[in-house]
């Protein structure tokens, strides 16, 4: 089967930086994507990666260990506007299936 | 550009009515999903499509639910007989070829009393 695990939780000040994290666990695995998910809208897509490294996007960068299962979405110099739930999805090469986990809320404080 | 488009916005149910949704993908996208978010939890697959065959659908209910894309463009998703536990928002999706990107409609969202 496949599994996708966040934590709950995130809290940070603003003009500081945020790192959310993401374990997932899949027999095929075929790329990674985070989603931002404000409160009653729909998840908009932030970025993709599907190789080990680093992938610098500006306001976010994304991190992937493919050997660990683990990845994260790092936010620098924090908005409050960037208080939202942040998304994790791992695609099944196998069976094409996208997979969320139950995402992180962030809350960013003054 | 139009996005993906969803309706009804709300639906409010008693226990065993039906209730359909409705999805307008983005044009030319050939990837459509029907996705269930219950309150503070991710979006959980039901069923996707690619054209107007199903690819996926082994997570949905089969008893109550039903879905159907028979032009490969527009799609419909069918509660049959409404539970509370199927309280949620539900999310269509679409994406074009082997894109990754998912672009989401607005959802509906569903209360079964």
């Known amino acids: 089967g496949q599994g996708v695990e966040q934590p709950a939780k995130l809290m940070s000040v603003e003009g500081t930086f945020a790192r959310v994290n993401c374990t997932y666990s899949?027999?095929?695995?075929?790329?990674l994507s985070w989603y931002q998910q404000r409160e009653g809208q729909a998840p908009v897509f932030l970025s993709y990666?599907?190789?080990?490294g680093l992938k610098d996007s500006g306001h976010f960068s994304t991190f992937l260990s493919r050997s660990n299962g683990y990845s994260y979405l790092l936010l620098t110099e924090l908005q409050i506007k960037d208080s939202a739930s942040y998304l994790c999805a791992v695609r099944d090469g196998n069976t094409g299936k996208l997979t969320f986990g139950d995402g992180t809320v962030l809350t960013v404080k003054p | 550009e139009a996005g993906v488009t969803q309706s009804p916005r709300y639906a409010v149910l008693q226990e065993g009515q039906a209730v359909s949704f409705w999805c307008d993908p983005i044009?030319?996208?050939?990837?459509l999903y029907w996705y269930q978010q219950p309150r503070d939890q991710g979006p959980q697959l039901l069923v996707y499509f690619r054209d107007e065959a199903v690819i996926d659908n082994s997570q949905l209910p089969s008893d109550r639910f039903s879905a159907v894309r028979p032009k490969g463009t527009n799609s419909t998703l069918k509660i049959q007989s409404a539970k509370q536990g199927d309280t949620a928002t539900y999310l269509c999706?679409?994406?074009?070829?082997?894109?990754?990107?998912?672009?989401f409609g607005h959802g509906t969202k569903l209360s079964v009393l």
């Open positions: 990666v599907v190789l080990d």
């Open positions: 899949t027999s095929g695995f075929n790329g």
């Open positions: 999706a679409s994406s074009s070829g082997t894109n990754e990107r998912l672009f």
């Open positions: 044009s030319g996208h050939d990837t």
